[in-house]
C-alpha cells in the first residue's frame, strides 16, 4: 500500500518541470538566433560584395 502511494507522489511530483521547460526555451532561443545569424550573414555578404563592387568602379 505504501509502494503505490509513493509510486502516486513521484507521478505527482512536477518540481523537475521547470528546469526541462527552461532547457526547451533556450534551446528555441538558440535556434531562432542561428537561424537569424546564418539568414543576414548571407545577406550582409551580399551587400558588402555590392558596395565592394561599386566603389571599385565595376558594374
Known amino acids: 500500500m ?5 509510486i502516486k507522489d513521484f507521478m505527482n511530483d512536477d518540481k523537475g518541470i521547470s528546469a526541462v521547460e527552461y532547457a526547451l526555451l533556450l534551446a528555441l532561443i538558440g535556434a531562432g538566433i542561428a ?10 555578404q551580399t551587400n558588402i560584395e555590392t558596395a565592394t563592387t561599386e566603389l571599385a568602379g565595376g558594374e
Open 35 to 44: 537561424t537569424a545569424a546564418f539568414t543576414l550573414g548571407g545577406q550582409v
Open 2 to 6: 505504501k509502494l503505490i502511494q509513493s
